[in-house]
């Protein structure tokens, strides 16, 4: 099973703005439950020109022996449309 949703705008010309959300409860261990989420950024420096910028988190409930709940993390990016 899966649940999720999704949000997209475009504010102005040069910028566009996406988001994620993601839920997948597990069928073969009771009570876990993992969630997943990520936000997009990208920005037009000068023609065609942009930078990416993503920020995401995931979610264990009940994570394998000696693995962290969470995952945090950001990364960027620069790219050329063409």
Request: hydrophobic share 35%; proline share 6%; glycine share 8%.
């Amino acid at each position: 099973m899966l649940l999720g949703l999704r949000f997209s705008t475009f504010r102005f010309k040069t910028t566009e703005v996406s988001s994620t959300l993601g839920a997948f409860p597990s069928m073969t261990d009771p009570g876990r439950l993992r969630i997943g989420t990520q936000t997009n950024l990208k920005f037009e420096l000068v023609k065609d020109l942009y930078l990416g910028i993503r920020l995401y988190e995931n979610f264990d409930s009940k994570p394998p022996v000696n693995a962290p709940r969470n995952d945090l993390g950001i990364t960027t990016s620069l790219g050329w449309k063409f």
